[in-house]
């Protein structure tokens, strides 16, 4: 499986962070495969955003939920984030990966940093 992330790689304060993730190799509609997101910022460890299963039901970590949405495309078998309201402290290298225990499939992680 190969999983890559696309996007802006600099948002500004209080604007919407939108980042897709194409998948090849499985199909993200697949019974029992669950996608998701997680996040480096600099200096910590990962830190899990959400996931989506292969039934489009989704879950999000409580600390984001409020501000977090997660989306796929099964036509062209993509999943996508979206961060909004966005401060400096969701800079970090997002990654998107298949939803395993140490996340070992992933793509190689796209650097969102958020500034003015």
């Known amino acids: 499986v190969q999983l890559w992330e696309s996007g802006p790689g600099l948002v500004k304060p209080s604007q919407m962070l939108s980042l897709t993730c194409t998948v090849s190799g499985a199909s993200i509609a697949a019974n029992y495969n669950a996608w998701c997101w997680i996040r480096q910022p600099p200096g910590k460890e990962l830190e899990w955003i959400g996931v989506?299963?292969?039934?489009?039901?989704?879950y999000y970590s409580p600390s984001l939920k409020s501000r977090t949405s997660i989306s796929r495309d099964t036509s062209k078998n993509q999943f996508s984030l979206q961060l909004s309201s966005v401060t400096p402290e969701d800079t970090a290298v997002y990654y998107c990966a298949r939803e395993s225990t140490g996340w070992p499939e992933r793509g190689q992680g796209t650097q969102v940093t958020v500034s003015s």
């Open positions: 989506i299963n292969y039934d489009g039901t989704t």
